[in-house]
Antibody, heavy 118, light 110 residues
Framework: EVQLVESGGGLVQPGRSLRLSCTSSGFTFGAYAMSWFRQAPGKALEWVGFMRNKAYGETTEYAASVKGRFTISRDDSKSIAYLQMNSLKTEDTAVYYC?????????WGQGTLVTVSS | QSALTQPPSASGSPGQSVTISCTGTSSDVGGYNYVSWYQQHPGKAPKFLIYDVSMRPSGVPDRFSGSKSGNTASLTVSGLQAEDEADYYCSAYAGGDSVVFGGGTKLTVL
């Protein structure tokens, strides 16, 4: 059974950093791209970015709203994807989801809440 | 503003059919047969519903169907049931390393 579990969310002050983890199981992690989405309270899903797998050069792509502040990485040996979030803003407050895939997002985690507030 | 345009809301009575549209451009929806749909109930993670325009993953009821005409993709829910009340999002591959998403449609079962 495929499982994705996000962790690392919490309350953080504006300007600070936070790193989210997405621990995966039930599939060959290294064979897939991994993506991150977020959803602010009462708002629509927003694509954050993705990272291709090693076979495709582990290239990354980000939404304009987070480019230069957020970084996606992966550790295939541990089946974990990461989302490093720097220079956080209040508008980054959201539930963050990791998902398997690049344009077909087949499996999703349950999400982790990030609250940016002073 | 989302790259793909969806109506904010849709509704239907139990047993009826409802269609949700997703309009893009010739660079995304119209350019590739890589449109997918997702269902999200309140407080829950999204669920993969349709891929490659009209394909259903295993376990998704055949009441859900997808189609595409030109730059507009559509999701049809037939035989509406109470549990179909949810938000629905479309997504489309836009070439290279680009994917675009819709703003979501809230489906209400009357």
């Amino acid at each position: 059974e495929v499982q994705l579990v996000e962790s690392g969310g919490g309350l953080v002050q504006p300007g600070r950093s936070l790193r989210l983890s997405c621990t995966s199981s039930g599939f060959t992690f290294g064979a897939y791209a991994m993506s991150w989405f977020r959803q602010a309270p009462g708002k629509a899903l927003e694509w954050v970015g993705f990272m291709r797998n090693k076979a495709y050069g582990e290239t990354t792509e980000y939404a304009a709203s987070v480019k230069g502040r957020f970084t996606i990485s992966r550790d295939d040996s541990k089946s974990i994807a990461y989302l490093q979030m720097n220079s956080l803003k209040t508008e980054d407050t959201a539930v963050y989801y990791c998902t398997r895939g690049f344009y077909n997002f087949t499996y999703w985690g349950q999400g982790t809440l990030v609250t940016v507030s002073s | 503003q989302s790259a793909l345009t969806q109506p904010p809301s849709a509704s239907g009575s139990p047993g009826q059919s409802v269609t949700i549209s997703c309009t893009g451009t010739s660079s995304d929806v119209g350019g590739y047969n890589y449109v997918s749909w997702y269902q999200q109930h309140p407080g829950k993670a999204p669920k993969f519903l349709i891929y490659d325009v009209s394909m259903r993953p295993s376990g998704v009821p055949d009441r859900f169907s997808g189609s595409k005409s030109g730059n507009t993709a559509s999701l049809t829910v037939s035989g509406l049931q109470a549990e179909d009340e949810a938000d629905y999002y479309c997504s489309a591959y836009a070439g290279g390393d680009s994917v675009v998403f819709g703003g979501g449609t809230k489906l209400t079962v009357l």
